[in-house]
């Protein structure tokens, strides 16, 4: 199944109206209807696409939480001569 030919501004709309459906769908599901007039394969097309960026997040994120704790480490345990460097 090919998926739909949209703007980017449109894949960023159906995302977030998404997001806000599965965060408030039991206090207030008004984007149901909305969601329900956007086509089945845009929508399965939308969550890859929010899934994707989501992981990718997560390893940026992890990225920088490793590197902000190897400085951290190195400011606190410097090196001192004679002893043998940790390799990661």
């Not at 390893?59 to 043998?84: N, Y």
């Amino acid at each position: 199944m090919a998926s739909p030919d949209l703007p980017l501004w449109a894949w960023n709309l159906i995302i977030a109206m998404q997001a806000h459906e599965y965060q408030h769908a039991s206090s207030d599901p008004c984007l149901k209807g909305v969601l329900n007039a956007v086509p089945a394969e845009a929508r399965s097309q939308a969550e890859a696409i929010a899934a994707y960026v989501q992981q990718a997040r997560g390893h940026e994120v992890a990225d920088k939480a490793a590197k902000a704790w190897s400085h951290l480490m190195t400011e606190f345990f410097p090196k001192s001569d004679g002893e043998p460097e940790a390799t990661s």
